[in-house]
């Protein structure tokens, strides 16, 4: 009697983790947060660069917008009189913003109805955001990604530097554990540098993996990857998937305008790869030419209904 016992408090905590609201304090995927998706990530629509209060404001009244793509730097409010450098929304090279990383967060808090991914350009301006996403994360009820390149990639990228790592990735654990790790490689591609061509080696795929492994990630992970670069090595994307087991991996595959991208093989990655595990965060005449008719998708809250549905049926045969 007493293990029956055990037994069904023990399931009765698995189904109402399995039903976990909005409000827990846990990983809040976009999935569970937008459950018209019903489980297909490639229908999230993105804002890009909500760098200023105007940006912000437009996506915040967009009844189509979900997610708020955003640049932290360090910079110079140009709308007071501090000359002090702190954490702003602007991609680089600017180094000034009417809005501030503290004052993004707080406008979307208040707001709460869309996700975010903040993407640090430098290591100083994760360091100094870090308090400030320690002060304001109870308020974080939505899905919030924190991006960063960590790793140099294709085409022989060294002409940016990746941020540190190691430091990255401690500091996204402590400071806001149930966030989703946005980790990827710099990139030199597209008609900036006039290249065309190009992958991600098998190399800078296994570092990653070896990366997350080394400094022992446990928070879900999603890879962003160029378009164009990984369209042109499926079997290799695939690879860093399954080899990724020790979380939620997904891709968000992204692509700046006029990226030279195959976008048949592409739509064959994502279909691959299943819609239930890929953002697509491109532009919108390549997300045109996408072709995903036939993927599937196992959402999460049918794996959730499943699991409930199984360990009530392994209950009444116990009781």
């Known amino acids: ?4 016992t055990i037994a069904t408090i023990v399931l009765l905590a698995v189904i109402q983790a399995a039903m ?13 947060f937008f459950p018209e998706l019903k489980g297909n990530l490639t229908k999230i629509v993105w804002a890009h660069a909500v760098n200023s209060m105007a940006e912000l404001e437009k996506a915040l009244s967009s009844g189509d917008v979900m997610m708020l793509e955003a640049d932290v730097v360090m ?65 974080l009820k939505y899905p919030v990604f924190l991006n960063a390149d960590i790793l140099a990639g294709p085409v022989n990228a060294n002409t940016t530097a990746p941020l540190n790592a190691k430091d990255f990735l401690k ?21 900036e540098f006039n290249i065309t061509e ?7 795929l296994k570092k ?11 928070q879900p992970v999603t890879y962003p990857v160029r378009a164009g670069l990984a369209a042109n090595d499926i079997d290799g994307i695939n690879a860093l998937l399954k080899n990724t087991t020790f979380a939620n991996a997904t891709l968000t595959i992204w692509s700046s305008e006029g990226d030279s ?14 819609v239930d595990k890929v953002y697509v965060d491109v532009p919108k005449d390549l997300r045109s030419k996408l072709n995903l008719s036939g993927a599937s998708a196992m959402t999460s809250a049918v794996m959730m209904n499943l699991g409930a549905s199984l360990a009530l049926l392994v209950l009444s045969r116990m009781l």
């Open 261 to 274: 991208v195959d976008a048949a093989q592409l739509s064959k990655l994502i279909r691959e790869v299943g």
């Open 208 to 218: 990653m993996v070896d990366t997350l492994k080394e400094n022992r990630v446990t």
């Open 1 to 4: 009697m007493a293990s029956t």
């Open 198 to 204: 190009g992958r991600y080696t098998t190399e800078q």
């Open 20 to 32: 976990c609201n909005k409000n827990c304090s846990r990983v809040c995927y976009p999935s569970e």
């Open 75 to 139: 910079g110079k409010l140009n709308n007071t009189t501090n000359s002090t450098e702190i954490p702003i929304m602007a991609h680089p090279p600017a180094t000034e913003s009417d809005l501030s990383l503290e004052e993004f967060l707080n406008i979307s808090n208040k707001n709460g109805s869309k996700g975010i991914k903040l993407d640090f350009k430098s290591n100083e301006a994760f360091e100094s955001s870090k308090s400030i996403l320690t002060k304001l994360r109870p308020a």
């Open 171 to 191: 500091g996204a654990n402590d400071t806001i554990p149930e966030a989703v790790l946005s980790v990827g490689w710099t990139t030199r591609y597209g008609k």
